[in-house]
């Protein structure tokens, strides 16, 4: 009795988690960001995130909202409720409408120099997302260095 509420109880963590039993969580970095519009107050970026899905089954991104770290700094944030499928094993690009502040903006700037955009800009982007198989948010977190001299190293933070 005690080994079958033992394997009930694990059962019911697991269908709490999100994902189906032994799934992998995807992966969300940066791979782009164009700015849309300049404004006093405020400026409008579209990001583009590559989301990773290392499992063998599709998922559909359904929500998703991020804030956007560059140099150690809050930078911009975002969120999406586009419907977005990832397939298994494959990525793909969803694209977000994100807002910085004018004030984060002129603080990056007063921040970097000449040297720090050679040896490459650290960012990081965190945040939180459901799927079409998660009755709750999954948290992500990830970290890379853009720009410099050599190949952009991502590491997962």
């Known amino acids: 009795m005690q080994r079958l509420l033992m394997a009930l109880l694990a059962l019911a963590i697991a269908a709490c988690s999100g994902l189906p039993f032994n799934a992998v969580a995807p992966k969300v970095s940066v ?3 164009t ?3 300049l404004g006093l107050m405020e400026q409008r970026l579209d990001v583009g995130l590559r989301i990773s899905n290392p499992n063998d089954f599709d998922l559909t991104i359904v929500a998703l909202e ?3 770290e560059v140099n150690g700094h809050p930078f911009a944030s975002g969120l999406s409720h586009k ?3 990832v397939p298994a094993v494959a990525s793909a690009l969803l694209r977000v409408d994100t807002y910085m ?3 984060d903006l002129i603080r990056q700037f007063k921040r970097l120099s000449q040297g720090a955009l050679a040896a490459g800009v650290p960012y990081r982007v965190k ?9 709750g948010w999954m948290p992500f977190d990830h970290g890379g260095v853009y720009g410099g001299d050599e190949k952009p190293q991502d590491k997962a933070i």
């Open 83 to 85: 419907a977005t499928l």
């Open 31 to 33: 791979a782009d960001v």
């Open 101 to 103: 502040q004018s004030k």
């Open 35 to 37: 700015i849309k519009s």
């Open 127 to 135: 945040g939180r997302f459901k799927t079409d198989k998660s009755s």
């Open 66 to 68: 991020f804030e956007l």
